[in-house]
């Protein structure tokens, strides 16, 4: 398949394979997460894990030290990647015997889909409450679901966007948007995959003709967008939520129009030296209490089928999470992508 030979009825086919889920699914008090006797014994004495993660390090912190308040005699260590660059130090360590990781958490389900082979079976206490679409391999867990939202700095932008749609119109023209690449790892992938099957075929080339500014990944974009180099940006709500919390002049929002979302793929290597402070961590970061730090902590969402809490700013009536169907999520990737760049003047 071609970029040139993508038709509208196969985007439109892709789109109905993929399907969106409401948000607004049941809640109920999450229960606090009681690990095995056993394990808690073998991961005190194992004290340490290094784990290594491609969220923001300022997320990944967060969730260690939250992480730490329940289990303080385990020293976690972290190694923090963009997407691409995490895969390729994985896929070489594991290729020498090297692989120094205990965890790994990836925002690509199909780069670790991948490299499967080099991970442990592994299966949380509460596997059965998660989304089977938010699952491409029994070996790997979503410890982090993210959403996209729109942010905007509030002392530059006095009419701000109201959805997706509001991002192609000319008045946010010449570089007031910013836009992290398409070919910046899998969450974007899933933005920009949302963009063309749900917003419109044409979307990418109307929204292109704002001369938006590109960006490598999140990070730099959100900081431009604090020091008003740009005025609006799609970013996801994780970062964006954390430098409003933290005193950026910012406002997010989620669009009307959906919520891309995107499961990550966390796993333990075979070769981990700290396997069971390894499975005590991820355990308590998929259990309903690890997920509601996630959600009320940092502004993530959860890919389990009941959310311990409702997330702020999602009106269960308005907002739905789109989650790509990951046949069509590989499939597409190269040739869209390759349309994007063009469509973008972006080279690699």
Excluded at 231 to 245: G, T, Y
């Amino acid at each position: 398949m071609t970029g040139s030979k993508i038709t509208r009825r196969q985007a439109l086919g892709a789109a109905a394979a993929l399907g969106t889920l409401a948000i607004g699914r049941p809640t109920h008090a999450a229960t606090a997460f009681t690990p095995a006797p056993a394990l808690l014994d073998a991961a005190r004495k194992e004290g340490k894990l290094l784990l290594y993660g491609a969220s923001f390090t300022e997320v990944l912190t967060e969730t260690i030290q939250s992480f730490n308040k329940r289990f303080p005699f385990i020293r976690v260590e972290l190694t923090r990647l963009p997407g691409g660059q995490l895969f390729t130090r994985v896929q070489t360590e594991a290729a020498s015997g090297k692989l120094l990781a205990d965890v790994v958490e990836h925002s690509d389900r199909g780069l670790m889909q991948g490299i499967e082979d080099i991970f442990a079976n592994y299966t949380p206490p509460n596997g059965s409450d998660y989304l089977p679409s938010a699952l491409v391999s029994p070996k790997f867990w979503p410890t982090t679901t993210a959403g996209w939202c729109i942010s905007y700095n509030t002392e530059l932008v006095k009419n701000p966007p109201k959805n997706w749609m509001d991002l192609t119109k000319p008045e946010y023209g010449n570089g007031m948007i910013g836009q992290v690449i398409g070919p910046s790892g899998g969450t974007t992938w899933t933005r920009v995959m949302f963009e063309r099957l749900v917003l419109g075929e044409d979307y990418w080339a109307r929204q292109a003709a704002t001369k938006p500014r590109l960006y490598p990944s999140g990070a730099p974009l959100s900081d431009s967008l604090i020091r008003g180099e740009v005025s609006i940006a799609p970013l996801v709500h994780n970062i964006a939520s954390q430098k409003k919390r933290d005193g950026a002049p910012i406002e997010n929002f989620f669009p009307p129009e959906g919520i891309p979302v995107i499961p990550y793929a966390s796993g333990i290597p075979k070769t981990a030296k700290n396997v069971n402070a390894a499975k005590l961590f991820m355990d308590w970061l998929l259990s309903e209490e690890g997920q509601t730090h996630l959600i009320r902590d940092q502004g993530n969402l959860t890919s389990l089928k009941i959310w311990p809490i409702q997330p702020v700013g999602l009106d269960p009536a308005k907002h739905k999470m789109w989650i790509p169907e990951f046949k069509p999520f590989q499939e597409l990737y190269k040739p869209w992508l390759e349309e994007w760049n063009k469509t973008y003047g972006y080279r690699q």
